[in-house]
């Protein structure tokens, strides 16, 4: 009896182990894991299972040196895990920040740009006038310009999130 309850535990810890984990973004910004689809939220892949504790350490490299028995505590890494991701979110968050920036400028300069200039109109047969290739030309770079910008913040979200 006690066998088959420990081989149906064994097989359900396996089960979920194998379960596949979602990664999605909200439109909000947010991060959720799930094992089913979030509505509203853009699915940006699928995260492996961790791999099973293992009783047994990991062999070291043929050529590397065999860890210390002694007591002393292992040498510390320059630099920790924790605070390196930090820097990333940081550096992410800045990015993010002047990526808002440069699109809030780009919208500005398009919508400050709706006026022709002096130069970009042409003189009709008839006494009027109209928009010459001058006009048409700035205003696509305007546009081009606030494509760009937001481009550049979309991608800035994306590797804020992925520092998260």
């Known amino acids: 009896m006690r066998f088959s309850a420990f081989v149906l535990l064994f097989g359900l810890a396996s089960a979920v182990a194998a379960q596949t984990v979602y990664r999605y973004i909200t439109p909000d910004g947010r991060t959720i894991f799930s094992d089913q689809p979030v509505p509203g939220a853009k699915l940006q892949g699928t995260v492996a299972p961790p791999a099973p504790p293992s009783a047994a350490p990991a062999p070291a490299p043929s050529g590397a040196p065999a860890p210390a028995l002694s007591g002393a505590p292992a040498a510390a890494p320059t630099e920790r895990p924790a605070e390196t991701r ?19 400028q780009a919208r500005a300069q398009l919508d400050a740009g709706k006026e022709p200039l002096p130069g970009e109109r042409t003189g009709t047969a008839t006494g009027g006038s109209r928009l010459n290739d001058a006009y048409w030309a700035r205003q696509a770079a305007n546009e081009q310009a606030v494509k760009d910008a937001q481009a550049r913040l979309d991608a800035a979200i994306v590797a804020r999130n992925a520092a998260l």
């Open 86 to 104: 930090a820097q990333r979110l940081r550096e992410a968050t800045a990015e993010v920040e002047a990526a808002s920036q440069a699109l809030a």
